[in-house]
């Protein structure tokens, strides 16, 4: 009997792709979050085709409940808040994509060259990151906001891509050092290989999925900052937002009206997305570290 | 005190299937025998052990049974086991460098271990400072950290807390795989003073390192993917080797004044067979240089001459 | 370990004095002029403005030339002269804002440590069971994921609005001067409980979380699986897992208790509750930017003096760091 070749010892290994998306397909966490993001994504363009107005239209009786013409009723004003709602949807996932991306980028740029450089790198990014941690970035908005009276969404993200980068930053650091200190990537900078290759062949795929994390976080993340911001009165002007929609019911006296319908979509929407943006990450962990997954 | 082991099994549940790492084990060790267990990574030495003391998943229990001292251990039953951990049988982890809580003192570490395993702390605490003592120690370790320790110095201390309460059977688990060699010497030769001063009765060493075994196991067990292939006493093991593995396996180890001019060093070509769905029959039949049909066929493990088993067809006639 | 403290210090300073003239350059980048906005609602004869608007730009310094402005700021920082308020002319910020911190440390104190406790503790409870895991991640992750003012506003409508149980703005009401009576307690306690609770709730959620995942990692650790193997009962494995979860989590507690100025601030908005929070939003509106600047300076010193804090206490709470710099025989 010849002796069979056998590939490796121990158990076969999956196409990491397959490995992957099959552990994706079962794994709960995943699936509800997702589905609950796609709802919201999906009624974020199908949601404005059921209705014919603008946000700031005024177009009915004033603070009517949801009836089967006003679907979630309307404002003080006469507006119709469900019109309202699906516009300010648009404008969160807007932030969330852009400011969370933004920040993203400048997080693990900053962060990348800080763990692989070390040293003096490290110590000049660290302080770069210490200050703008420290610094009230909400004074700066406050100027910004003094000086561009109009304001729209595409602002708002980028103020909040170069304010909350920090923490991304630290992240991506901490996870370069320890993966730089790897014996495989030793192993590769022993056999002579180019750091940039050594960067894009053995530390990326390892940090892709990490990082994919990270921006879920910096997308959740930048979807609150930015209701907190419309709140006090800070966010756009041009446009309407979930944010602006709780501030308008609040100063409008909505709570003492009882005007429930008002305030309480708008919250609950970033409480659904955000929240299932969170548990959708958890689920993610646990896909990529094989320790945590459910047998 | 006696261990019996018999027809051990457990599996590593994967979602492709049950890995069959420990495949029927059955064998004995007598009251003060040290055997050592050896054989390449990945053929079933800490799954064996594992099963004996700590079977979790995503290890299950298949079947078999484990007697110690004429008492069936629960191996199954995680709970019930803790009435035997450290008492009747214990054990040196492979991570003995970071089995310590880095945050706690280390001797507050083991009053409150003690505490909660309703353990008085009067009589154990005198007995742990002389053993302290026996292996070098100063008192003092019990008042630092893990972290202010060198890895031999914790290496021994984790020997002390094991042996602590005396157990039957002790086993180490390569206990010497991260230590220099002078290092190596000192702490096997204290495993062997505390089995000669009774503080455990038998122990399990395992070590891929052969030379290690042989200066302190009075026999050796040999496995291949998750079977038993031959126990036998140390020199036998050594000298006169019966199965194909065992015997390739000392043929393959570098002996000190050989040249290479005049000798090449012989390796074992091919690889263990994958665990998922092992080949059927003897496992080692792909890559054994005298294999033949019987082959096909599992080869028990049966003694042939005193204390000496083996599981190969080609052994069994020989002796009768 | 002085080196460590030493270079900390320098640049904890260093921030210090970055983040404060940033601070302190606030107003002066404000487009328009703060005396005008302040005497243009005066509406006062024409030829009165003029007198008035040179003393009051005397009364702010604001004659100077900048550099002498900036220096006079310092001078008075270290007098704890925070300047004068525009919109409450002519009380001095540092009263206003000293009035506004009893509120914020009332409210903030009690919601940030029973939070943290009872946030961690049931984080805690996820790594007995499956099931319990699922729940605390649930519910954890919703409350974290609700902003402050929804939450406020929520519990504002159901519990102050629709059931009527608690007052939905202020202090305390109106209609009560302060005394030290059993109903005028009662009546603070009422009026701050809706505040802390919108504030507890979302911090119990954070918590919850944080040491749900930082237990987890603990559980799963070569110590943890030694004394397993020793028969250690799951309460013993448990307490030394909490104990090891919790380090990192006190650095989050530190950086919590930092923002304690102004880090209620929309819950105080919704339930106009006078804390510093409160006083921010008033001087945006307002336009007053000295006291604006004012209360800057408070939440920058807070969190600098928090997280230096940090740095202390983590390093006499863990042994690794501890030791780590003074070079442990490892």
């Not at chain 1, 008002?262 to 943006?277: Q, T």
């Amino acid at each position: 009997m010849k002796p069979k070749k056998t590939d490796k010892i121990g158990i076969t290994k999956l196409k990491k792709k397959n490995e992957f998306l099959y552990f994706a397909l079962r794994n709960n966490k995943v699936k509800v979050g997702l589905a609950i993001i796609l709802f919201f994504l999906i009624l974020t363009f199908v949601g404005p085709l059921f209705t014919d107005y603008v946000w700031d239209d005024y177009i009915g009786p004033f603070g009517h409940p949801p009836s089967s013409k006003y679907w979630f009723g309307t404002t003080t004003f006469g507006q119709d808040v469900y019109t309202q709602f699906v516009f300010g949807l648009k404008a969160a996932l807007l932030v969330g994509i852009i400011g969370g991306g933004l920040g993203t980028l400048i997080g693990v740029i900053v962060g990348f060259n800080a763990g692989y450089r070390g040293g003096m790198v490290d110590e000049v990014l660290n302080i770069i990151t210490n200050i703008v941690l420290v610094i009230p970035t909400f004074a700066i908005l406050l100027i910004i906001a003094a000086y561009l009276k109009v304001r729209g969404i595409m602002t708002e993200s980028i103020f909040i891509g170069f304010t909350a980068w920090p923490w991304a930053a630290r992240a991506v650091r901490s996870q370069t050092f320890s993966l730089r200190s790897r014996d495989f990537v030793d192993l590769a900078r022993v056999s002579g290989m180019k750091p940039l290759k050594i960067i894009f062949t053995e530390i990326a795929p390892n940090m892709m999925s990490y990082l994919l994390m990270v921006f879920i976080l910096q997308f959740g993340g930048a979807i609150l900052i930015a209701a907190t911001l419309d709140f006090i009165g800070l966010g756009p002007t041009n446009t309407i937002s979930l944010g602006l929609m709780m501030n308008y019911a609040v100063l409008w006296g909505a709570l003492q009206l009882g005007m429930w319908w008002w305030f309480i979509p708008p919250g609950l929407a970033i409480v659904a997305i955000v929240g299932s943006l969170y548990i959708m990450n958890v689920g993610l962990d646990e896909i990529f570290s094989p320790k945590l997954r459910e047998m | 005190m006696s261990l019996k082991v018999k027809n051990l099994k457990a599996y590593y549940q994967t979602l492709r299937g049950d890995v069959k790492a420990l495949d029927g084990a059955t064998f004995t060790i007598k009251d003060g025998e040290i055997m050592g267990l050896a054989g390449e990574s990945g053929c079933g030495k800490t799954t064996l052990v594992h099963g004996m003391i700590y079977l979790s998943p995503p290890l299950r229990f298949v079947e078999g049974s484990v007697k110690l001292d004429d008492k069936e251990l629960p191996i199954w039953d995680m709970d019930k086991m803790n009435a035997f951990r450290f008492k009747d049988i214990s054990i040196i982890p492979q991570y003995a460098m970071n089995a310590m809580n880095p945050t706690r003192k280390i001797g507050k570490m083991a009053s409150e271990l003690l505490k909660s395993r309703k353990i008085s702390l009067k009589t154990t605490m005198p007995e742990l400072k002389r053993r302290l003592d026996l292996v070098e120690l100063s008192h003092d370790v019990l008042n630092m950290y893990p972290i202010e320790l060198s890895g031999g110095m914790k290496q021994r201390m984790v020997l002390v807390l094991s042996t602590l309460l005396n157990p039957s059977l002790l086993i180490a688990d390569e206990i010497t795989s991260a230590l220099d060699v002078s290092t190596q010497k000192a702490v096997v030769e204290m495993l062997v003073e505390f089995r000669d001063r009774e503080f455990v009765k038998s122990m399990i060493v395992i070590s891929h390192d052969i030379s290690i075994l042989y200066q302190i196991a009075d026999s050796i067990m040999v496995m291949y993917a998750g079977k038993l292939a031959e126990k036998a006493s140390t020199g036998v093991i050594i000298h006169s080797p019966r199965h194909p593995y065992t015997r390739l396996l000392i043929s393959s180890l570098p002996k000190i004044g050989v040249k290479y001019s005049e000798k090449k060093l012989t390796g074992l070509p091919g690889n263990t067979p994958l665990l998922l769905n092992p080949p059927a029959g003897c496992r080692f039949r792909e890559r054994c240089p005298i294999a033949f049909d019987k082959c096909l066929e599992d080869p028990p493990f049966i003694e042939i001459e005193k204390d000496h088993f083996v599981a190969c067809w080609k052994e069994y006639g020989k002796n009768a | 370990m002085k080196r460590y403290f030493g270079r900390k210090l320098v640049i904890y300073i260093f921030t210090f004095f970055l983040a404060v003239t940033i601070d302190w350059l606030i107003p002066r980048f404000m487009p328009g002029n703060p005396v005008q906005t302040m005497l243009s609602r005066a509406a006062v004869h024409a030829e009165a403005v003029e007198v008035m608007y040179g003393y009051y730009t005397r009364a702010f310094g604001l004659d100077l030339p900048v550099w002498k402005q900036y220096l006079n700021f310092w001078n008075a920082l270290f007098h704890g002269d925070l300047g004068t308020s525009v919109y409450m002319f002519p009380q001095p910020v540092i009263k206003i804002i000293m009035r506004a911190v009893p509120y914020d440390i009332f409210l903030l104190v009690p919601s940030i440590l029973l939070s943290f406790y009872a946030g961690n503790k049931f984080g805690a409870f996820a790594a007995r069971t499956r099931w319990l895991d699922n729940t605390v991640l649930l519910l954890g992750y919703i409350l974290t994921a609700t902003p402050y003012m929804w939450l406020g506003i929520l519990l504002a409508w159901s519990l102050g609005i629709v059931a009527g149980i608690f007052p939905i703005a202020g202090a305390y009401s109106f209609t009560m001067a302060p005394s030290l009576s059993w109903a005028f307690i009662g009546n603070i306690l009422k009026h701050w409980f809706l505040p802390f609770a919108s504030l507890f709730l979302v911090g119990f959620g954070g918590w919850a979380i944080g040491m749900r995942n930082m237990i987890i990692y603990e559980l799963e650790s070569d110590y943890s699986h030694y004394l397993e193997a020793l028969g250690a009962p799951r309460k013993l494995v448990r307490r030394y897992a909490f104990r090891n979860a919790i380090l990192p989590q006190i650095t989050g507690l530190a950086l919590q208790l930092g923002i304690i100025f102004g880090g209620a601030l929309v819950t105080e908005i919704v339930f106009s509750y006078p804390g510093i929070g409160y006083l921010i939003l008033a001087a945006i509106q307002n336009k007053d930017y000295f006291l604006l600047q004012g209360c800057f300076l408070f939440i920058i010193i807070g969190v600098l003096l928090a997280n230096f804090v940090i740095d202390v206490v983590y390093v006499i709470v863990d042994p690794r760091t501890r030791l780590g710099m003074v070079g442990g025989a490892a």
